[in-house]
């Protein structure tokens, strides 16, 4: 990221004011008239921020270098998709072929070739209001999505695989442009100069797309202890082997069991994985991988999933699985808000102060 200059004719960076003349006209803030309520300036400043998203956006699709880019992101997680498969195959990670694999994998790389590109895209364009910055930053994942779901599609028709992920990708594709694309206005905000900013953009996506699921996979081994169970009978499962009922009786006895959730929700951010959290109700139960894709889910229900009648308690004393994918977006959200909004108080900050000065 710091090879992208955001200013790229001065020494500095441009210490352009974060607020603007305000037309009663354009803005549809004032001057309305009483019987409209305030229905018309909702609407007005709806207008006014799609209308500054659009400008923003349309300067990366007159960019060629943006179209580069797309490209680049996409021809990259194809080939993370088939040298991992590869690999995979070369060393006996999967007991049978899966052709699928290639796909699916390929669309969790490009969840996290898609918050490389949208903190890029958001530190390039980090002026103007957040909503502005959210909606240009879907703008330009709504680009990127439309080239890869065609070559998302390509490559499921010819390896095989369920094409309902595609749908899937192209929703977290554009969701993760606009929330990762705050991360990168809030993270170019932070600083006078772009090198900080872009240092403090790559510590955090770095940390969203690896370090969150390298520390969960460290933290692991910590949750591992005993814990007490009774037996479960009447036991009930749906089409897929999962058992949605069941009853239990005895006494506790001591099993040793994995407190997952304890740390999984770290991981849950993660774009690939927030992509296999959504995609995994769209993939079928048959399928050879479509198990790795809920894995995250499994992880962030607990020991219960797997240890019936933990604690003794039946199934009708559970309290409902939470969505992972929720989690995430909620981590992900907050993560943006933390860069986002001292970014611009200290832009607002050195504005004041240059104001006085000059």
């Known amino acids: 990221m710091a090879g992208v200059p955001e200013h790229p004719r ?22 309305n008239d009483p019987r409209d309520g305030s229905r018309t300036g909702t609407s007005a400043s709806i207008g006014a921020a799609l209308a500054d998203a659009w400008r923003s956006a349309r300067t990366s699709f007159t960019s060629w270098w943006f179209w580069v880019a797309c490209g680049l992101g996409i021809a990259a997680a194809w080939g993370a998709a088939a040298a991992v498969v590869a690999v995979g195959e070369a060393n006996g990670w999967f007991d049978v072929r899966v052709p699928s694999a290639v796909y699916l994998i390929m669309a969790a790389f490009l969840a996290l070739a898609t918050g490389v590109l949208g903190a890029i895209w958001g530190f390039r364009h980090s002026h103007g209001r957040i909503v502005v910055l959210l909606l240009s930053g879907a703008m330009r994942g709504l680009a990127l999505a439309a080239l890869a779901a065609g070559v998302l599609l390509a490559v499921g028709s010819s390896v095989g695989g369920p094409t309902a992920l595609t749908g ?39 940390f969203l797309c690896l370090g969150n699921v390298l520390l969960t996979a460290l933290l692991l081994p910590g949750t591992t202890g005993m814990d007490q169970a009774s037996v479960p009978v009447n036991v009930e499962r749906d089409d897929s082997g999962t058992v949605t009922d069941y009853q239990c009786v005895g006494e506790l006895h001591p099993v040793q069991v994995a407190h997952t959730e304890r740390v999984v ?59 992972v994918a929720l989690t995430g977006l909620a981590l992900q959200a907050l993560t943006a808000a933390v860069v986002v909004v001292p970014g611009r108080w200290l832009a607002a900050r050195r504005l004041r102060i240059s104001s006085g000065s000059g």
């Not at 020494?11 to 004032?30: H, T």
């Not at 905000?189 to 240092?199: D, H, L, W």
């Not at 995609?279 to 020991?303: I, K, R, S, Y």
């Open 10 to 31: 001065g020494s500095g960076p441009a210490l352009e004011p974060e607020y603007e003349v305000i037309d009663d006209q354009a803005s549809g803030f004032a001057r």
């Open 265 to 323: 929700w770290l991981a849950a951010a993660n774009p690939a994985l927030l992509l296999g959290s959504i995609g995994a109700d769209m993939v079928p139960p048959d399928n050879e991988l479509g198990w790795v894709l809920a894995g995250l889910q499994w992880a962030a229900d607990g020991p219960s999933r797997e240890v019936l009648c933990l604690g003794g308690e039946s199934s009708a004393g559970l309290a409902p699985s939470m969505p």
């Open 168 to 206: 899937a990708a192209v929703v977290v594709i554009v969701i993760e442009a606009a929330l990762f694309g705050l991360i990168g206005a809030g993270a170019r905000a932070c600083f006078a100069k772009a090198a900080p900013g872009a240092a403090l953009a790559t510590a955090v996506v770095a």
